[in-house]
């Protein structure tokens, strides 16, 4: 799978809702190349898979 292209542009600016942490490390994955001060869809998934390892 690429994150690359038009989706990957615009699902970068998107807020995820309700996202899992399996869901987290896939998008953490398909986004890894994208900077993270650019891509929301990376830092989301980020924080999330960081408040997981706390609990």
């Not at 490390?25 to 990376?42: A, G, K, M, N």
Request: hydrophobic share 45%; glycine share 2%; proline share 2%.
């Amino acid at each position: 799978m690429s994150a690359d292209g038009k989706v990957a542009e615009f699902m970068c600016q998107v807020s995820l809702m309700e996202l899992t942490v399996e869901r987290a490390r896939e998008l953490r994955q398909i986004h890894r190349f994208h900077h993270p001060d650019e891509c929301i869809v990376h830092l989301e998934a980020a924080y999330l898979l960081l408040l997981a390892e706390d609990d």
